[in-house]
């Protein structure tokens, strides 16, 4: 692919799940119902079925793993995919618990966990950036099924064969210096009601939110019986400000949307979550 590779980091099951847990745990937020076997076998020396419903839920190591690993009722896609959000939710735990000044401690608890090719020196001075980073300036890339091609090899083993044609231009933008345009782009923040009686939906509407680019709060709902997801915009108009992009996102077609001028000086909009809202939003 042409990628330089500056510094590496590797680590294996038990190393994941001894950081996981020398964290106290991390907060995944899970959009898709997940359902596979438990890898360890209880009493009886069966393998028990795990579940997580949508809403965010609080991981230990081995539940972390399992989650990073999953696919029985998924795909390697959406496993690929819940790895980098085990991965954003360890940073989370670290950045938000202001652990910064604790990081010579941490690093000598889980230096034995990982292998590594930079000294102390710089992983100091990345966790300085670390700190620094905005959920909404992190952008996420995967190979997706419209990248590859599914092989059988002749001994039977079922694996992908990359289309380098589609592969590349992912591989560019994720990349390539940011445009200028998007350096000088701000989304104006959304306050997220959840307006269902489903616990969490608001917080994992702010997570994709973030992933888009857009910063998010969750608000208090005036009410909880919202049966269709409306979008509230503070502004006299529509372009310009990535409104089509939420109702793109979201599903809310135009006569769902709202506009109140002035009716917030806090916020871009607000997305009122209903019973509608799909909170799986992937193909694959």
């Known amino acids: 692919l042409g990628i330089r ?33 438990w890898p360890y076998a209880n009493e009886e020396g069966e393998y028990p079925i795990l579940t997580l419903e949508p809403g965010v839920h609080h991981l230990d190591g081995e539940t972390a793993l399992w989650y990073a690993r999953s696919r029985l009722t998924t795909s390697v896609f959406s496993r690929e995919r819940r790895q980098q959000q ?25 230096r034995d966990m990982v292998e590594t090719d930079m000294d102390f020196a710089t992983v100091l001075d ?69 307006g269902t009686r489903n616990a969490d939906w608001g917080l994992l509407a702010a997570d994709r939110l973030l992933r888009a680019g857009f910063p998010a709060v969750v608000g208090e709902a005036e009410r909880r019986d919202y049966g ?8 006299e108009y529509a372009k310009g400000t990535g409104v089509e992009y939420l109702q793109q996102m ?17 916020y871009g909009f607000r997305l009122i979550l209903g019973a509608d809202y799909q909170t799986c939003y992937h193909a694959y």
Not at 228 to 235: A, N
């Open 126 to 194: 990345l966790a300085r950036v670390a700190f620094l980073l905005q959920d909404q300036n992190i952008r996420f890339y995967n190979i997706g099924p419209d990248e590859v091609t599914p092989w059988t090899t002749p001994q039977g083993g079922c694996v992908f064969l990359p289309r380098w044609e589609a592969i590349e231009p992912v591989v560019a933008e994720a990349m390539a210096p940011i445009p200028e345009a998007r350096l000088n782009r701000t989304f104006m923040p959304v306050e997220v009601w959840n």
């Open 250 to 266: 979201f599903r809310v077609p135009e006569e769902r949307v709202v506009y109140d001028p002035g009716g917030s000086a806090a």
């Open 228 to 235: 269709e997801t409306q979008l509230v915009v503070f502004s």
């Open 5 to 37: 590779v500056d510094y590496i980091v590797r680590t294996d099951f038990d190393g994941l799940i001894g950081i996981v847990d020398t964290l106290g745990g991390v907060d995944i937020p899970v959009h898709c119902r997940l359902s596979d076997h």
């Open 86 to 110: 085990v991965l954003q939710a360890i940073w989370h735990k670290v950045r938000d618990a202001g652990m910064l000044t604790q990081i010579p401690a941490l690093w000598e608890q889980v």
